[in-house]
């Protein structure tokens, strides 16, 4: 590369150009960048060896996530999902278009529909961030925040780029302002409580322990979506894409996560590990 630089330098200066290159290209900078990048490519690959079960998995996940969320949003532009979404919507419904239930089944709906509003899981992550912090895990905080901020920001996108109206076939039995797809509360219930979920997981050493963290974030996800359906708020195939949405950006930022520890920039599991024995 250096000797192509040389030649074409020597062809300039015939012509009258004295300085046909960059400063960088001259002064071996290229050579660093070049040194830097390959290093940069043998500890990813290095990372990927030593992770490659879990890594390739969540790479899988991500791809199925993004193609379909990719086929129900083409299936809402096309109008192809309307008899699915008016068929599960009103199963939930009476004939004249009341909710089923009693009145307490369906206040219960509105407290589980609330574990996935805005202020709920806002709290949720500055109480966790809190004690992250507060734990000497200051950069797992800031992560924690940056990675729920995050999905609020694709959420707004998403719905600003797709601008479906709500349900106008019955009633809304819940408060519900702007558009409609993707369901925010499911995104970013899948976002908060996947990401803290995974979190929990990786700072317990047992096995069933972590198991029951994902489930319970797995759970609270489904939970709420479905509840956005039953009040009439949102279409099923809204949630099902802030659902998949919302796990690709989970997985996501456990990828990163998993790098920025390797790089030691996040506390790692093992340091989750060490600091609870000590304690214990």
């Not at 709906?109 to 202020?119: K, Y």
């Not at 961030?129 to 995050?150: E, N, Q, W, Y």
């Not at 489930?215 to 894409?241: I, N, Q």
Request: charged share 20%; hydrophobic share 50%.
């Amino acid at each position: 590369m250096v000797g192509v630089i040389g030649e074409w330098s020597s062809v300039y200066r015939r012509i009258g150009i004295d300085r046909p290159f960059p400063v960088f290209l001259r002064c071996g900078t290229m050579e660093r960048v070049t040194r830097h990048l390959r290093s940069l490519q043998a500890r990813f690959l290095g990372w990927l060896g030593s992770h490659e079960l879990g890594v390739l998995l969540a790479i899988a996940g991500i791809a199925t996530g993004v193609w379909l969320f990719a086929a129900i949003a083409d299936e809402v532009r096309e109008g192809d999902a309307q008899t699915f979404d008016r068929r599960v919507l009103m199963s939930m419904r009476q004939p004249d278009g009341s909710l089923r239930g009693s009145a307490a089944f369906q206040e219960a709906a509105r407290d589980v529909t609330a574990l996935g509003s805005v202020t709920l899981l806002g709290l949720l992550t500055v109480i966790t961030a809190g004690f992250l912090a507060l734990d000497g895990k200051r950069h797992m905080a800031f992560f924690t925040c940056g990675s729920v901020l995050g999905g609020m920001v694709l959420t707004s996108i998403l719905k600003d780029v797709f601008q479906r109206p709500r349900p106008d076939l019955v009633p809304h039995a819940a408060y519900a302002s702007g558009a409609s797809f993707p369901s925010g509360h499911s995104m970013m219930a899948a976002v908060t409580y996947l990401t803290l979920g995974a979190l929990l997981a990786r700072s317990q050493p047992r096995k069933a322990l972590k198991a029951y963290a994902l489930l319970l974030a797995s759970l609270l996800t489904v939970m709420v979506g479905v509840s956005r359906v039953y009040l009439g708020v949102h279409w099923p195939t809204d949630v099902l894409a802030g659902w998949t949405a919302g796990a690709v950006w989970a997985l996501l930022c456990w990828l990163a996560a998993r790098w920025l520890q390797l790089r030691h920039t996040l506390e790692r599991e093992e340091e989750y590990i060490a600091n609870s024995e000590e304690s214990a």
